[in-house]
């Protein structure tokens, strides 16, 4: 058995390639057991249930925002604090963290519950669709604590050292919604509603076994323990994690924004072609987010230290990496963008051969994506908040939307396939530009 890899050791390929697998794992598995519920309801209750799971969730992703903040902004602090040798300072902020992730997702639940049905019509659900959107979403409010929580652990377990821990839940609670997705819909004949409560259970699941396996003694760097309140560290953490935030706001708000539009000049036809096309893009682009992911707490730890011999050596491999995944995962999509669709709309003919031709569209961003969104989780890791909120608001919020927004005038609805390769062009010579201004600063 390979030794246990640390954040301190030095970083060849292959013991790189060992250590982020687990959480490229971990997201790629996650992308495809959400995709298991698009699946099962396409195929099993019809288009219409299907285009209103994927109208109504950008909203459901867009309260869940701070899972992603507390998640990276809160790794990156936590693992620089390890790297300056302050273990009990990195461990109240993990428990304080915890704490505001669960509160915030009751919080936002509230909140949200009472708009769903003025939500979903704003996003342009006619009536057959807002009774589905409004009982999906309930559903998933319910477990948005949980959901939150489950995000923020994506994260935290990798900056603990056990990044094999967190791929074993994800299994776990992917396994279980698969099995639930079945049960449900195929068997009790749930249709829409079954594949909410198997999503909300699965979340559920991937919060309480990391808070039951950090509350106990468990020989990595974190466990949980008396909260504190620590509003320095928790004003750093959110902004360490603004670029997430950014990321994944713009992200929420550019896929309600597409929906609008593809309602608009196409019909439901044109959303359900573009919720197939978010699962399959999610996990293409999986392997390259869990990457990023699983590499950060290493340069953050490695900043904290001071060794810019190291952080250079996982920068430059990195870069690397991240190139060779794009062109790999570009040309899966264009080999196998019709078989892949024909597992969701083969009943379908026309909404296939729709969904394969935006498909091999929108892949030409695989191979660009990569860069920005390491970019971006770089500079987090580096704490340096503003240059990593600048490419990820660039990228997305601005860049996308005027494409969605504009191109569509131009091109048609063409126009709606091509805004992505335009924003991640666009994000991706900031990227460039951030990267080499601030190198010889940081010494990578």
């Known amino acids: 058995m390979a030794s246990r890899i640390l954040l301190s ?56 925002v701070v899972g992603f903040i507390f998640g990276s902004g809160g790794s990156a602090l936590i693992a620089k604090k390890l790297g300056e040798g302050k273990s009990g300072e990195a461990n109240r902020i993990f428990t304080m963290l915890v704490c505001a992730g669960a509160l915030a997702g009751t919080f936002f639940a509230a909140v949200g519950m009472p708009f769903l049905d003025d939500i979903s019509r704003l996003l342009g659900a006619d009536e057959p ?66 594949a909410a409560w198997a999503t909300a259970l699965s979340q559920m699941t991937g919060a309480l076994i990391p808070i039951v396996y950090f509350l106990a003694p468990n020989g990595s760097a974190l466990r949980l323990g008396k909260p504190t309140f620590d509003g320095a560290a928790l004003r750093q953490t959110c902004l360490n994690g603004m670029s997430e935030f950014f990321t994944n706001v713009s992200a929420a708000l550019v896929s309600m924004l597409y929906n609008y539009q593809l309602m608009k000049y196409i019909g439901e036809d044109g959303v359900a072609a573009y919720g197939i096309i978010v699962y399959l893009a999610f996990v293409f682009a999986a392997i390259m987010m869990g990457y990023s992911i699983g590499s950060a707490p290493i340069v953050s730890y490695h900043y904290g230290a001071g060794n810019r011999d190291e952080l250079r050596n996982v920068y430059q491999k990195s870069i690397k990496l991240i190139a060779i995944f794009g062109v790999v ?41 990569g860069f920005n969104g390491y970019a971006s989780a770089f500079f987090t890791a580096l704490n340096n908040d503003v240059v990593s909120a600048i490419i990820a608001t660039n990228r997305t919020l601005v860049c996308e939307t005027l494409a969605v927004l504009v191109l569509p005038l131009v091109f048609g609805v063409d126009g709606i396939w091509y805004a992505i390769i335009f924003a991640e062009s666009a994000a991706l010579l900031l990227s460039v530009t951030m990267l080499t201004r601030y190198r010889e600063q940081y010494g990578y």
Not at 12 to 20: I, V
Not at 155 to 175: D, K, M, Q, S, Y
Not at 347 to 354: E, F, I
């Open 329 to 369: 995962q570009f040309l899966i999509a264009q080999l196998f963008a019709r078989p892949l669709s024909s597992i969701f709309v083969g009943y379908d003919p026309a909404l296939l051969d729709l969904t394969v031709r935006a498909m091999r569209v929108y892949s030409v961003s695989f191979l660009l994506m």
């Open 9 to 64: 050791d030095h970083f060849t390929y292959g013991k790189l390639l060992r250590f982020t697998a687990p959480t490229m794992g971990t997201m790629a598995f996650t992308s495809i057991y959400s995709v298991v519920d698009g699946l099962f309801v396409s195929n099993l209750a019809g288009k219409t249930p299907f285009a209103a799971l994927n109208l109504i969730y950008p909203f459901i992703m867009f309260l869940s």
């Open 129 to 194: 669709m807002v009774a589905d959107c409004v009982m999906y979403g309930r559903i998933l409010l319910i477990a948005l604590p949980f959901f939150i929580l489950q995000l923020m652990f994506f994260n935290l377990f990798v900056t603990a050292e056990r990044p094999r821990l967190g791929l074993i839940v994800t299994f776990i609670c992917g396994g279980l919604n698969m099995l639930l997705d079945f049960l449900f819909i195929a068997v009790f004949g749930l249709g829409l509603k079954g």
